[in-house]
C-alpha cells in the first residue's frame, strides 16, 4: 500500500464519530443557551441575595424585597399570585414594613426569611419544617425565644435550622435526634447542643 492508501472505516468507527460530533455539538449549544444570563424579572432591582429549590427561586433586592417564582402549589411560595406556576418573580410581603436580608427554599414547597432584625419568617406548605404543620400562604414568625436573633437560616425538604447572633443553633422539623435523646418532630425550634 502506498502513502495515498486508506484504511477502510468501519461502521462502528463512523457511528463513535457521528455521535462524539452530534454530542459536542449538542454541548456547544448548551453552553451558549446556559451561558447566556437572562434578567429575573424586569424590576430596576439590584439584588442582593438568591436561593433556589427543587421546585422555585426567590431573591431579595436591595431595598429588602422578597420575590418568589416557580410552583405554586397551594400558594406555598407566599405571593398574591395564585397560579400553579408563577413564571415571574411576585413579591412576598411582610407584616409591619418589616425587610428581608436573606431567604431559604427548600427541597419541597417551603420558604424562609430572616427580616433585617433578625427574625426568621417561615411559609409555604408545612411551613413549619414538618408534616403535621399547616400551610401558610403567608410568611409566619418561627417560635424562637424573644432574644434569639437569626444571622443565617437553611431550609430542608422537612428540616430547617438557624444560627443565632450568639453563635447557638436552633433546629426543628421532622423525626430529629436534636442531641436532647427526643427523636419527635417538633414544630417549635430546639437548642442543638
Known amino acids: 500500500m502506498g502513502p495515498t492508501s486508506h484504511r477502510p472505516v468501519r461502521p462502528a468507527s463512523r457511528f463513535r464519530r457521528a455521535l462524539s460530533a452530534g454530542l459536542a455539538a449538542t454541548a456547544s449549544a448548551v453552553i451558549v443557551v446556559a451561558s447566556t444570563p437572562s434578567p429575573a424579572s424586569a424590576d430596576p432591582f439590584t439584588y442582593v441575595d438568591v436561593s433556589t429549590g427543587y421546585h ?99 431550609n430542608g425538604g422537612s428540616i430547617a435550622c438557624a444560627v443565632s447572633t ?9 423525626v430529629l435526634d436534636f442531641g436532647n435523646g427526643s427523636t419527635e418532630a417538633t414544630r417549635t425550634p430546639e437548642r442543638v447542643p
Open 166 to 174: 450568639q453563635d447557638e443553633l436552633w433546629c426543628w422539623g421532622d
Open 56 to 154: 422555585a427561586a426567590c431573591a431579595v433586592s436591595d431595598d429588602g424585597s422578597a420575590v418568589c417564582w416557580g410552583w405554586n402549589r397551594q400558594r406555598a411560595l407566599g405571593t398574591a399570585d395564585t397560579s400553579e406556576k408563577v413564571m415571574t418573580p411576585s413579591r412576598v410581603s411582610l407584616p409591619g414594613g418589616q425587610r428581608f436580608a436573606s431567604v431559604s427554599v427548600g427541597d419541597g414547597a417551603t420558604v424562609c426569611g430572616i427580616t433585617t432584625t433578625g427574625t426568621a419568617y417561615c411559609w409555604g406548605e408545612h411551613h413549619l419544617g414538618n408534616y403535621f404543620s399547616p400551610t401558610s400562604t403567608v410568611p409566619v414568625p418561627v417560635e424562637l425565644p424573644a432574644s434569639v436573633r437569626v444571622r443565617s437560616l437553611a
